[in-house]
Nanobody
Framework: QAQLVESGGGLVQAGGSLRLSCAAS????????MGWFRQAPGKEREFVAA????????SYADSVKGRFTISRDHAKNTVYLQMNSLKPEDTAVYYC??????WGKGTLISEYDYWGQGTQVTVSS
């Protein structure tokens, strides 16, 4: 069964950086739109960033624009989320997801077909 496995979460001070990784179990994920979402305690899951299958198109939530960068490495079947200038409000469980459909900016949870188990990111003030 196709799987997505996130890693790279942890505890960091405000202003610090983390890089999340999402490893896909199958090469078919190379053809999928990939996205990152997050869910803070007591809040709904929200869109963070997405990238097209080619990597040529990306989209970001306004709250992370200019601080986070999504990228992908087809050779490693891996998608990354580089997070800089982290803030306490970035604290959440971060999920990687894959969408078999075409590029449509990838902001909607309902578009995604596969999900990872999540990785915790905690930013201390």
């Amino acid at each position: 069964q196709a799987q997505l496995v996130e890693s790279g979460g942890g505890l960091v001070q405000a202003g610090g950086s983390l890089r999340l990784s999402c490893a896909a179990s199958e090469r078919t994920f190379r053809n999928y739109v990939m996205g990152w979402f997050r869910q803070a305690p007591g809040k709904e899951r929200e869109f963070v960033a997405a990238i097209s299958w080619s990597g040529g198109s990306t989209s970001y939530a306004d709250s992370v624009k200019g601080r986070f960068t999504i990228s992908r490495d087809h050779a490693k079947n891996t998608v990354y989320l580089q997070m800089n200038s982290l803030k306490p409000e970035d604290t959440a469980v971060y999920y990687c997801a894959a969408d078999r459909g075409g590029w449509g900016k990838g902001t909607l949870i309902s578009e995604y077909d596969y999900w990872g188990q999540g990785t915790q990111v905690t930013v201390s003030s």
